[in-house]
């Protein structure tokens, strides 16, 4: 009598976590050296590679974690950001501006000349509000967060990866080197440096806005 056998199924998953460990293996790196190299907490590489995401910061970290992690191993992360696309949520409950129905001219005509004034002001009032709140929205600075490097970071190694997230309509250059990011906003660069104190200018600007500028600086011994 023959018994049943149970055969693994072999995920998305599994297979780059078995990717990612088998090219540093190769590598012949440590963990350890990894996180050293990319100033990324052994605890988020160990994750990726046990395929224990849970432990893994939620939202565009994680696949940046992932992206410089690959990159780090000569891997197509291409390859691997699959697994942390998240379906969008539609708001079926959005107010829609155009639902309501247009009031008819000549039901504004019963109405006594006060009211009709105190709706013209209204409207004008509202119009203006709005042109102003656009205007701010068009000239103000695009969103820009940086995750990497650290302020007054003190490294041994002559260059520095530079991770950050600005608005996906915005230009980013590093250093005066535009930088490209995707459809997250979400940009990545390596930094070459030289001894001493270095200083990094990243910078986000949209077509009409005003820059937002983040300056690091980094002692390279």
């Given at each position: ?18 990717e ?71 708001d ?40 102003s ?29 530079v991770l ?16 490209m990011?995707?459809?997250?906003g ?9 001894k ?10 949209k077509k009409?806005?005003?820059e ?10």
């Amino acid at each position: 009598m023959k018994l049943f056998q149970t055969t693994n199924i072999s995920t998305k998953e599994d297979e780059i976590v078995r990717e990612l460990k088998r090219a540093r293996e190769d590598r012949k790196v440590t963990l350890k050296k990894v996180a050293e190299d990319l100033k990324i907490n052994i605890n988020y590489l160990q994750a990726l590679e046990e395929g224990d995401f849970e432990k893994l910061p939620k939202g565009v970290y994680r696949k940046n974690f992932l992206r410089e992690y690959s990159l780090y191993l000569n891997l197509d992360y291409k390859d691997f950001s699959e697994i942390f696309n998240e379906p969008e949520q539609v708001d079926k409950k959005k107010y829609n501006p155009f639902s309501k129905k247009v009031v008819k001219d000549y039901k504004l005509i019963i109405f006594p000349k006060i009211v009709k004034n105190i709706l013209i002001i209204s409207v004008v009032a509202f119009c203006l509000l709005y042109l102003s709140l656009s205007l701010k929205g068009i000239v103000a600075p695009p969103f820009l967060e940086i995750s990497n490097p650290e302020d007054n970071l003190v490294i041994e190694n002559n260059f520095v990866n530079v991770l950050g997230v600005s608005e996906e309509e915005a230009e980013v250059s590093i250093n005066g080197e535009i930088v490209m990011i995707d459809q997250e906003g979400a940009f990545f660069k390596k930094v070459d440096l030289s001894k001493g104190v270095n200083q990094i200018i990243i910078k986000s600007k949209k077509k009409y806005s005003r820059e937002n500028i983040i300056i690091k600086q980094i002692l390279a011994n």
